[in-house]
């Protein structure tokens, strides 16, 4: 084989320096090929796919860094916030009666509806209900009188220091003239301690 007016047969390994400048060129520009090609398959391919894993991972910490600067730039907003919640939280717990004082407020809720001049039907407190970390106490309430002692009645309720809420409130004509029948309930909450079942 020849290439130009070189025989390739007549090349000798062994005496590669005396070789003509174009089979030197060629033979430098293949082994330069397989250097690249073995470098590319052994060594860059690998850096190639680690360098994507990398810009992959950068990605997702310049998204988490983000996220945080953006918290830390509202921290003391959210601890503002923090604060107002609990001191909120606090507020509603005072509001809850312990278990101690739910007779007096049952109490208190029957002589807010005779002070309203309503007169009771039925007046009574169901089973306790409890819940996570309160309980409740449903009171089925049936009463007569007129829409406006109706209305100082739930004034009275919702003006109350303890939380009493009312519920499927239903009011109806009773008979003739201005008396009407109510029929509601009202739930009262309070607070579980730790020894009774609260979290």
């Known amino acids: 084989m020849a290439i130009g007016n070189i025989?390739?047969?007549?090349?000798?390994?062994n005496d590669a320096g005396n070789w003509p400048i174009a089979v030197k060129a060629i033979v430098a520009v293949v082994?330069?090929?397989?250097?690249?090609a073995g470098g590319?398959?052994?060594f860059w391919k690998d850096l190639q796919s680690q360098l994507a894993r990398v810009?992959?991972?950068?990605t997702q910490l310049r998204t988490q860094f983000e996220t945080r600067q953006r918290r830390a730039a509202n921290l003391d907003a959210y601890e503002a916030l923090l604060a107002d919640m609990r001191e909120e939280l606090s507020d509603r717990l005072r509001q809850l009666p312990s278990r101690g004082e739910i007779p007096q407020l049952l109490a208190d809720v029957s002589q807010a509806g005779l002070g309203a001049g309503l007169d009771?039907?039925?007046f009574r407190p169901g089973s306790i209900q409890q819940q996570e970390f309160y309980a409740q106490r449903p009171i089925q309430i049936e009463v007569r009188g007129n829409y406006h002692q109706?209305?100082?009645?739930?004034?009275e309720v919702a003006n109350m220091p303890r939380i009493v809420?009312?519920?499927?409130?239903?009011?109806?004509?009773s008979g003739s003239g201005e008396r009407l029948a109510m029929r509601a309930t009202a739930r009262t909450y309070w607070y579980l301690d730790d020894d009774e079942g609260g979290q």
């Open 40 to 42: 590319w398959h052994f």
């Open 120 to 122: 009771f039907e039925l």
């Open 7 to 13: 025989n390739l047969n007549e090349l000798d390994l």
């Open 31 to 36: 082994i330069l090929a397989l250097i690249v």
């Open 165 to 173: 809420t009312l519920h499927d409130v239903n009011i109806s004509r």
């Open 55 to 58: 810009e992959a991972q950068e």
């Open 150 to 155: 109706f209305g100082r009645f739930i004034s």
